[in-house]
């Protein structure tokens, strides 16, 4: 982590929790140059961190003359956050620890239609929570759709048939805990924040490729969520004016998301013969991977829309980096030969060098997402959990 300096005050907290969960026991000076942050920083920083009990004073080890240096370490009962991603059949939930680790995974079966669909996940949070020993600090809850604000959690997702679902609130009245919820595209962003490139980065966004066409935008540092939560939904940037076209998920035509999103995607390998009528993504993905030149084509094609409509968020918002995460990365390289060059093609001189990561997925990295809501919550310098931010805070000792 040498070099990779914390940027924006709320940002240095975070960054010296997850050196110490990463690295282990560590002296305020090994901080202070790992971090590139001045002395004086860490031993202001590392002082509010052990009053609120994310920290703690360990033993001395010899130094290159003077007194001895103290190591820091977390806090053995600092406490874990609870991440559940919520999708159409099924509820994913993590247990997770203040440096990201996941400590343990479970899936319950949801139906988000069922009339008594928010009392069925409080029952499944409840269960989970009922089960720990630990200190728990509090839960996020991932959704594919709109969220007013993480604090009161009211939601809007199409795809889950909710609409003003008072998520937040029923959750909160079930577990007896802070809950904060967001859409999951955000959270992603929120764990990049703690864990991952927000670390070296404070402008960037997060793009997501599978059922959906998601996109996490942080700028300076903060989640930026727009007037009514909702900021992000590239997945429904029209590409095609023709009516006569498939429908998406949104109810209009021409989204991006209904042609490069995963039914998007299987139904234009049915429609050419690469998989059979019931076929599905895994069977497009085997034929790219076999060297059809069909299914290599599906998959080109879908990375130019792409690239295009990326493009074009790239000029609205001029990030630092892009990071693609989700389902659709296992067959990225399929995607990379049409999303590159239509990419490079369509940004502005100024723009073209733009960095694009493509990380590894794994099914947990949603629900810990969810769970970084709460990790973030002691430093949340924008205020975006609100009273629930303050609750998760106050768990950790912290006025």
Not at 85 to 107: F, I, M, P, Y
Not at 112 to 135: F, H, K, N, S, Y
Not at 145 to 152: L, N
Request: proline share 5%; net charge negative; glycine share 14%.
């Amino acid at each position: 982590m040498s070099g990779q300096s914390p940027r924006g005050g709320e940002l240095v907290p975070s960054g010296i929790v997850v050196l110490l969960g990463t690295r282990g026991p560590t002296s305020r000076t090994a901080i202070a140059r790992s971090l590139d942050l001045s002395p004086a920083t860490v031993t202001q920083v590392t002082k509010d961190l052990i009053a609120r009990g994310i920290v703690e004073e360990l033993e001395s080890v010899p130094s290159n003359g003077g007194r001895p240096a103290r190591l820091l370490g977390l806090a053995s009962q600092a406490g874990v956050a609870l991440g559940a991603k919520v999708t159409a059949d099924h509820v994913a939930v993590v247990t997770v620890e203040l440096d990201g680790t996941v400590r343990s995974s479970r899936s319950h079966d949801f139906d988000p239609g069922a009339t008594d669909a928010l009392d069925q996940l409080g029952r499944i949070l409840t269960t989970e929570v009922d089960d720990l020993d630990d200190r728990l600090l509090g839960v996020g809850v991932g959704v594919p759709g709109s969220v007013d604000s993480q604090a009161s959690g009211i939601v809007d997702a199409p795809t889950l048939g909710w609409r003003a679902a008072q998520v937040g609130p029923i959750l909160r009245e079930a577990v007896g805990t802070p809950v904060l919820v967001d859409n999951d595209v955000n959270t992603l962003a929120a764990a990049e924040r703690l864990y991952g490139i927000g670390r070296e980065h404070s402008s960037y966004l997060v793009v997501t490729i599978g059922r959906g066409i998601g996109c996490g935008i942080v700028v300076d540092g903060a989640i930026y969520r727009g007037a009514n939560g909702g900021a992000g939904e590239i997945g429904h940037i029209p590409v095609w004016a023709d009516v006569d076209q498939p429908v998406c998920t949104c109810g209009s035509t021409g989204c991006l998301e209904a042609y490069i999103g995963a039914d998007g995607l299987a139904r234009t390998a049915r429609d050419r013969g690469v998989i059979g009528p019931r076929g599905t993504l895994a069977g497009l993905l085997r034929a790219a991977t076999t060297g059809d030149g069909t299914a290599r084509a599906v998959y080109a094609e879908a990375g130019e829309l792409l690239g295009r409509a990326l493009a074009g968020v790239i000029h609205t918002v001029d990030p630092e980096v892009v990071v693609l995460l989700g389902e659709g990365v296992d067959g990225w390289e399929f995607w990379q030969s049409g999303f590159e060059p239509s990419f490079r093609r369509s940004l502005l001189p100024a723009r073209k060098n733009v960095q694009v990561l493509v990380e590894p997925w794994t099914e947990d990295q949603w629900a810990r997402g969810a769970a970084s809501l709460v990790l973030a919550s002691p430093f949340d310098a924008a205020g975006n959990g609100g009273e629930q931010s303050r609750l998760v805070r106050a768990r950790l000792g912290a006025s």
